[in-house]
């Protein structure tokens, strides 16, 4: 096994129980990590403690587990703070995750500042939920939604962003990294160009969060979502940061306890942020578990991890271009740890059939990105994707289950 | 012509087929064969409103009737998914329409394909008996 100076990819390993276990009577390989990362330990056990010892309704209670819960739920919104270098944890919103964060925004800041033939601007790499709701907005409004053309590596074509660019637009939603490829999009221009329109802009950071060093404030971006079951922590919780004097001025998204500050049946006057858009009792135990999954990243740090998970990618590139008749999708110097691919005259389907069969958990078929492969001809690609805690073995494993997998498909 | 056959019988048959594979290796070798064998759909029924949704791959089902017996042809895009279309027309294929319709086909349990699809994969293949069960009963 490799360690890579300080870094004990075992030892990091050993905080994962879901590692040591086998699939098909064989050790599990888990490459899918773009979907979801696998949880350490300390996240299981935020979840089992908070269950077992304080749980109650956070902030209104004046007991002693509500106000337990309460600290905790909140350390976990100043460790998000810190995580995405938000000014203030009044940033912070809590959501059910990254596509609840892109509706939360759409709807909120969409129905009450855009106006008909406005213009929303997306790339071509976007996932669906950074599509879908854009459409439903501007259907709405009869705003017009716009398409940053990419070429065939999957590079965003910015001399055409430019050129889309003018006074009507009036939000650019982009991906960050593209969950089917890995490319890393250049936000910190995308930001820049659009606000000289003084257009608002977010950035879906569903990929990015994990792997990249991020500082919302030297982004500049106006808005920057992602899903905590991606950054090692548990599903069902995901975070909206938002510009405070944007979120203020926003109205609230769904009505109910905890986002009011008044209620009369005459009227109702709203919460302080962040609570005016955290409406009902919230998902505390993910919320609280969330820091647990982003303390890990912090215990090892992402320039670690990156430089890690660079190791792998370098290498198992090489590796999978070694396969005759593969081709890889986006094969381009600046991306995170994701390769997808296609092998010529294999449907992505049966190799994850036959990959499954052989331990290793690959994600195969759109990626939730249907126009994507619709701009790039292909129906589907295979996507491997690294963790902290993948190893040079397991792509060996993948390497030789691929080629057991041609064997008896070609 | 009337497939001297039951529905049961084929079933019996793979049962006794699939039992003498010992690895996951040969079962999937056997599907894949069949993928390849199985003749190819006339592209004019491979229409997009004829295909069957539930999978990540394509599967068309063409269905006719001949000698007032039931009649499959179909196709995939995937080769394991086509050897599963392959599977299900050797089973159900020149038999009439109300065996088609009631046949319980418990093979598939059996022979251990459930298990060796992944959930969203075997809802593929649910999805393709629908249909030939769908077809036969119209046909019917």
Not at chain 1, 77 to 84: L, Y
Not at chain 1, 93 to 110: E, M, P, Q, R
Request: with cysteine.
């Amino acid at each position: 096994m490799e360690t890579e100076g300080t870094y004990d990819v075992q030892a990091i390993r050993a905080q994962f129980p879901i590692l040591s276990r086998k699939v098909k009577g064989k050790d599990l390989v888990y490459l899918d990590n773009a979907a979801t990362a696998q949880k350490p330990l300390a996240v299981i056990d935020a979840l089992v403690h908070y269950y077992s010892h304080y749980n109650a309704n956070i902030h209104r209670g004046l007991h002693t587990l509500a106000d337990e819960a309460t600290a905790a739920y909140e350390a976990s919104r100043t460790a998000v703070k810190d995580f995405v270098g938000a000014s203030s944890p009044d940033e912070i919103i809590f959501t059910k995750g990254t596509t609840d964060s892109i509706n939360l925004v759409a709807h909120s800041w969409g129905k009450s500042f855009l106006q008909e033939g406005d213009e929303i601007i997306i790339t071509s790499l976007e996932h669906h939920a950074n599509i879908v709701p854009w459409q439903m907005i501007a259907a709405e409004k009869k705003a017009i939604l716009r398409v940053i053309p990419i070429d065939d590596n999957g590079i965003l074509d910015m001399e055409a962003f430019k050129a889309m660019l003018g006074p009507k637009t009036k939000f650019v939603s982009v991906i960050h990294v593209s969950n089917a490829l890995g490319i890393i999009n250049p936000v910190e221009e995308i930001i820049r160009l659009a606000h000289e329109q003084h257009a608002v802009v977010l950035v879906d950071g569903a990929q990015s969060s994990v792997h990249l060093d991020i500082d919302v404030q030297t982004l500049g971006c106006d808005f920057y979502v992602f899903s905590g079951h991606k950054i090692y922590g548990p599903t069902g919780v995901g975070v909206l940061y938002g510009r405070r004097d944007l979120l203020e001025s926003m109205p609230p998204y769904q009505g109910g306890g905890e986002m009011i500050k008044e209620v009369r049946f005459e009227y109702t006057t709203y919460n302080e942020l962040p609570f005016k858009f955290e409406a009902g009792t919230p998902n505390i135990a993910d919320v609280i578990a969330l820091k647990a999954g982003i303390d890990f990243i912090n215990s090892i740090g992402k320039p670690a991890i990156r430089k890690h998970e660079e190791m792998l990618l370098e290498y198992a590139t090489a590796q999978l271009k070694d396969i005759s008749g593969l081709r890889i999708i986006g094969d381009v110097k600046n991306k995170v740890s994701v390769i997808s691919f296609i092998i010529d005259g294999v449907h992505p389907q049966d190799l994850a059939i036959l990959l499954d069969n052989q331990g290793v958990a690959v994600r195969t078929g759109h990626h939730c990105a249907q126009p994507l492969m619709h701009r790039l001809g292909i129906v589907g690609t295979t996507r491997a994707s690294f963790a902290a805690y993948n190893t040079l073995e397991e792509i060996d494993v993948l390497t030789q289950a691929l080629n057991k997998s041609l064997k008896m498909l070609l | 012509m009337n497939n001297p056959k039951t529905i049961k019988n084929i079933e019996q048959d793979l049962i006794d087929d699939f039992s003498l594979f010992e690895t996951w290796e040969e079962k999937y070798e056997y599907l894949i064969d069949l993928g390849k064998k199985l003749a190819p759909l006339d592209p004019a029924f491979k229409t997009e409103d004829r295909k069957i949704k539930g999978c990540q791959s394509s599967v068309w089902i063409h269905s006719y009737t001949k000698d007032g017996l039931v009649h499959f042809e179909g196709d995939s895009d995937a080769i394991i998914v086509r050897g599963l279309v392959g599977l299900m027309i050797m089973v159900l294929n020149g038999q009439p329409s109300k065996e088609i319709v009631g046949a319980p086909l418990e093979f598939i349990n059996t022979i251990g394909l459930s298990s060796h699809l992944a959930q969203t994969r075997s809802n593929g293949l649910r999805a393709m008996i629908k249909q030939m069960k769908m077809d036969a009963g119209v046909l019917g």
